[in-house]
């Protein structure tokens, strides 16, 4: 299993990221996808989840009417486009795969990429 995020970076509050996943080493459309984040001395937090075929997405309530995820079966890719960012989300932003099975957004997830960096900041 790999997973390689990129997209990170330095934005100013009220800016936008979009942050892109590359999938392989399994079958891509058989898993959810999250993505999940942590800030120095916290757990990984889930932000968002994708269903195999993009029936059902799900949001932190932080990240509610912000962010919004979307994933290419045929590209094995997953993304998280984050708009009207704020200092509090600041973090290490992870991409991860759900439990082999699992149909459903349960927050359940069990491979994770390095993640990258994302600082809000003026």
């Known amino acids: 299993v790999q997973l390689v995020e990129s997209g990170g970076g330095l934005v100013q509050p009220g800016g936008s990221l979009r942050l892109s996943c590359e999938a392989s080493?399994?079958?891509?459309?058989?898993?959810?996808m999250y993505w999940v984040r942590q800030t120095p001395g916290k757990g990984l937090e889930w932000v968002s989840c994708?269903?195999?075929?993009?029936?059902?997405?799900a949001y932190k309530d932080s990240a509610k009417g912000r962010f919004t995820i979307s994933r290419d079966n045929a590209k094995n890719t997953v993304s998280l486009q984050m708009n009207n960012l704020k200092p509090e989300d600041t973090a290490v932003y992870y991409c991860?795969?759900?439990?082999?099975?699992?149909?459903?957004?349960?927050?359940?997830?069990?491979?994770w990429g390095r993640g990258t960096q994302v600082t809000v900041s003026s």
């Open positions: 991860a795969r759900g439990r082999q099975g699992s149909t459903l957004c349960d927050t359940q997830f069990d491979d």
């Open positions: 994708i269903t195999r075929y993009s029936g059902t997405s």
């Open positions: 080493g399994f079958t891509f459309d058989h898993y959810v």
